[in-house]
């Protein structure tokens, strides 16, 4: 029985752990509960599993999800420091961090540093600090699972080749909504085409992501550090029916790959049930519904976001962190209709240029670049 910590339980990935947990009963147990600002759903999580404790992280809405369950035993907390509090809880096995963007850092490292393991859907984490995570891991003792699809593929791949090193990874990316689009094309598209995507059906932010290729640069960045990987021996391939996950290749040539219907269950229950394979109901694939699987290049020069990524991750240090807080912050400029698309490429590469460079970030140093990262992308929107 693995107790498990939810961070970000309203969510896209943090509803489908719900399903997860509740399709496997002997296996899980739900300890904590989090979100941000749906406190309805929160409420009716919370009388449906009745865990423990939940945390509504806007504070002005504690008192409706404390008068809703004050019949009930669930403990309640509001604002972000009980989210880093609650994921120290003696009682919880797991944390899943399933909440969005740079606020998924600080109760990350707290729950790292109680020794708690880790499924990671929250990849911006990796991304901003991928060298302080992976080493405060390895001096805890504590395992990060990944429930991006991507990398769960890999880390399944992996799965009786631990010692076997790795020639290269490839990370698939279906394309998005604008796949073979010309940045002609690009300059005019709208949030509505943008938030509808081919196979995936995301949250706002990554659902963006993956239009712009932003998330496959931020998958890129966040498999380097889970795999202990160089620069160059990660690729992306564009993989338009998102039925190939990831790919290993081995130092003998060989090339594993995981394959499966487009469903973020099947990760996300590796990850919370590591090692075991638990029996599950999801839709099967059959090939004769995909007679063709096909591949091409990601073209680099029409989505800039991805090249951008790739050069953060190759300079290093900071980079990657105001690579992420300019995205982050011209991803909300954006589903405001305050910027256009190809816009929010030259926000994040104007911040990559202007914000001061730090070669071996404390995390004190990663607090300031985000901040200053974001008020540079801001003044950036409302020049
Ligand atoms: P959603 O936007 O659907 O959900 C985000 C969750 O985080 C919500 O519960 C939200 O609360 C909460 N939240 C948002 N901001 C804060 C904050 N500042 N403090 C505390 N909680 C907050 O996102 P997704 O589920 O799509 O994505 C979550 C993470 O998983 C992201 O990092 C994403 O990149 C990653 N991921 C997602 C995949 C997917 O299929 N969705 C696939 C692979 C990775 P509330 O709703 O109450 O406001
Ligand atoms: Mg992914």
């Known amino acids: 029985m693995k107790r498990i910590a939810i961070l970000g339980s309203t969510g896209s990935i943090g509803t489908q752990a719900l399903d997860v947990i509740k399709a496997n009963p002997d296996s899980f147990e739900l300890e904590v509960l989090t979100a941000h600002s749906n406190a309805d759903l929160l409420i009716q999580q919370a009388l449906e599993f009745n865990p423990n404790t939940i945390v509504i992280a806007n504070e002005n809405l504690y008192d409706k999800v404390q008068d809703a369950l004050q019949h009930t035993d669930i403990k309640v907390y509001a604002g972000a420091n009980a989210l880093c509090a609650v994921v120290e809880m003696g009682t919880v ?36 600090a991928g060298q302080l995570i992976t080493d405060l891991a390895k001096a805890h003792g504590v395992n990060i699972y990944p429930v991006d699809s991507e990398h769960s593929a890999i880390f399944q791949c992996l799965s009786g080749e631990f010692h076997n090193p790795i020639e290269k990874i490839i990370l698939t990316a279906s394309g998005g909504p604008f796949r073979g689009r010309t940045a002609a094309d690009l300059a005019t598209v709208t949030k509505a085409q943008a938030l509808k995507h081919p196979n995936w059906d995301m949250g706002a932010k990554i659902t963006i992501d993956s239009a712009s290729l932003m998330n496959k640069g931020l998958e890129v960045i966040e498999a380097k550090w889970l795999f202990g990987l160089k620069n160059e021996q990660i690729e992306v391939v564009v993989h338009p029916q998102s039925i190939i996950h990831s790919l290993v290749q081995f130092e003998d040539g060989s090339i594993k790959a995981q394959l499966g219907l487009p469903d973020m269950k099947l990760p996300i229950q590796y990850a919370l049930g590591y090692p075991n394979r638990l029996k599950s109901d999801f839709p099967r694939f059959n090939f004769m519904d995909y007679p063709q699987l096909t591949f091409e290049q990601p073209d680099l020069e029409t989505f800039r976001n991805l090249a951008l990524a790739f050069k953060a991750m190759e300079q290093g240090g900071n980079m990657p ?27 994040i590469e104007s911040c ?31 020049n």
């Open 93 to 128: 096995d797991m944390v899943l961090t399933a909440m969005v963007g740079y606020a998924g850092l600080q109760p990350t490292i707290r729950a790292i540093k109680a020794g708690k393991h880790i499924a990671l859907a929250n990849k911006e984490t990796l991304v901003v």
């Open 321 to 347: 962190c105001i690579l992420n807080a300019a995205n982050e912050i011209a991803v909300s400029a954006f589903l405001r209709d305050e910027v256009g698309f190809l816009q929010m490429s030259d926000i």
């Open 352 to 382: 990559m240029a202007k914000v001061a460079y730090i070669a071996n970030p404390s995390f004190e140093d990663y607090v300031t670049t985000d901040r200053e990262a974001r008020e540079k992308a801001i003044q950036l929107i409302n």
